[in-house]
């Protein structure tokens, strides 16, 4: 059939097929409703793809030469078949190839017209690929094409497919990420804007290697004991950034509206991530300076300094309350013992002294130096020095700990936001039994973070059409060059 012919239901060879089973299913009585339906999906998926193949091959060309991004190409091979992954299943369509004058690479038009992703992938199949390996392994997500009863690609292949696309996010990103925060409002009621940054430690085989050469150079000048960390971890980072409203109610903690999540790879000092926060919080300033700016972490040293950044000059800056409780309760286990009452009820007491009253911070700080000096003694060493870190920790901490003050002021005191980030966005995927990552991680946060940010729906339309290009036919007149549109089926 030409490309230019109109497709009839009629032409369709599966079509034919359809009819013959219906004719059988109605002289057939043995067959269960479950077959029938698995075997109609089967022919329902076999006219689609005899629909895409059609459509696919009007997306070719076969004028001789052609212009693509101000570089000529020459036809170099015609009618070449080659398979493609479709939503439904692959189909098999014929292409020309072009090669460039002076030789290299050749390219397929009707590749770069239809969008296809990575020289095997329709859009649609690309996207849900993606999508499914934000949540799946690549062999779950192959499983699940053979549950859908579609061929689809093999679990290596489902591997491969968000690394390209990262590959291609990551040579955008920036842009990508403007042209995202464009196209999003700020909501009326926010009145606070917050940012968090956190990290988690997941398995990679490149910390691993790592690790071992330590090891091994550790005991080379005997100091083995004290090699010390999580041997072939390395640090995953995580950032949010969250509009609240009001709290509906005095003693309520504010009303969370929006949250932007960031997932990296591991990478020195976190650099990518903070620029995506700096990036995010400028962009929601830039319409409503008048949102109260938090900043809030737990007392790690890295986060603060990032949070020194003049960008957080005015932010109200806020130590987690949660990390602030669990020191508490360490400092009540080096003085009580984990098993003891008299610790809980007195850990207990501190922690609502530090969250309700305005010199609560100062309170617990004198609480804290006055259990210490009870704590002496050549037997009481070690519980000494645990209880002094804690106490440490606190007195480092004071400024960032008025709490009662924050919640009158309506401000989140919690990272429970950051907290949940780190496990749903890195910790749920990366972390699985058996996992050990060298490359990939990037790719599988990067859609993550699109997914839980609520971003995937505007984002895929920036990445599909990247893959497309505008291809010109080229005619020659002596010297010189007519360049014409190729049209769809020309």
């Known amino acids: 059939m030409d490309d230019n012919t109109p497709l009839t239901i009629t032409d369709l060879a599966s079509f034919a097929k359809l009819e013959r089973f219906l004719i059988a299913r109605t002289a057939e009585s043995k067959m269960s409703f479950e077959e029938f339906e698995v075997s109609l999906s089967q022919i329902a998926h076999e006219i689609e793809n005899e629909i895409k193949a059609h459509e696919l091959a009007r997306y070719d060309v076969t004028t001789p030469e ?62 849900q690929v993606a999508y499914m390996m934000g949540n799946m392994t690549s062999v779950e997500t192959s499983k699940l094409f053979e549950e859908l009863n579609i061929e689809g690609p093999s679990s290596s292949g489902c591997d491969r497919l968000p690394k390209l696309i990262s590959e291609r996010w990551e040579k955008h990103r920036e842009e990508w990420e403007n042209a995202l925060r464009e196209q999003e409002t700020v909501p009326a009621e926010a009145v606070v804007l917050a940012a968090s940054l956190d990290g988690v430690m997941v398995p990679d085989k490149d910390g691993q290697k790592e690790a071992k050469k330590k090891r091994e150079e550790a005991e080379k000048k005997n100091l083995s004991k004290q090699y010390s960390g999580p041997a072939g971890y390395k640090e995953v ?35 990518t991530l903070t620029e995506q926060l700096d990036a995010e919080i400028e962009s929601i300033l830039s319409v409503r300076p008048d949102l109260k700016l938090v900043a809030i972490a737990d007392g790690a040293e890295e986060n603060w300094r990032y949070f020194d950044k003049p960008i957080y000059k005015d932010a109200v800056k806020i130590v987690d309350f949660g990390h602030a409780s669990e020191h508490l309760r360490e400092a009540m286990v080096a003085y009580k013992g984990k098993r003891s009452t008299a610790g809980r009820a007195e850990y207990e007491k501190l922690k609502v002294i530090l969250r309700d009253q305005d010199d609560g911070v100062e309170t617990v700080i004198e609480q804290l130096t006055s259990i210490e000096r009870k704590l002496k003694g050549k037997k009481n060493k070690r519980r000494r020095e645990l ?10 901490q004071k400024g960032r700990m008025r709490y009662a003050e924050y919640q009158r002021r309506g401000l989140p005191i919690g990272s429970g936001v950051i907290e949940a980030t780190c496990k749903t966005l890195a910790t749920q995927r990366l972390k699985r039994s058996g996992m050990s990552w060298r ?36 005619r020659n007149h002596g010297h010189l060059q007519e360049l014409f549109p190729v049209d769809v089926a020309s």
């Open 66 to 127: 052609i212009l693509v991004e101000e570089k000529v190409f020459r036809k170099c091979l015609e009618n070449e078949k080659k398979r493609y992954m479709t939503a439904s299943g692959p189909i098999v369509v014929e292409r020309n190839l072009y090669r460039p004058q002076g030789g290299g690479k050749s390219i397929c038009p009707l590749e770069l017209r239809a969008g296809i992703v990575g020289g095997v992938y329709t859009p649609v199949m690309a996207r």
């Open 387 to 396: 209880f002094h870190a804690e106490l440490k920790y606190f007195k480092n």
């Open 237 to 271: 980072g995580c950032g949010t950034v969250t509009l609240y409203a009001e709290q509906q109610k005095e003693d309520d903690a504010p009303q969370r509206l929006e949250t932007v999540r960031y997932g990296r790879a591991p990478e020195y000092k976190k650099q």
């Open 439 to 474: 490359d990939g991680k990037q790719a599988i946060l990067t859609i993550r973070s699109l997914q839980q940010s609520n971003r995937w729906q505007r984002a895929w339309p920036l990445l599909s059409e990247s893959y497309k290009c505008d291809v010109m036919g080229v």
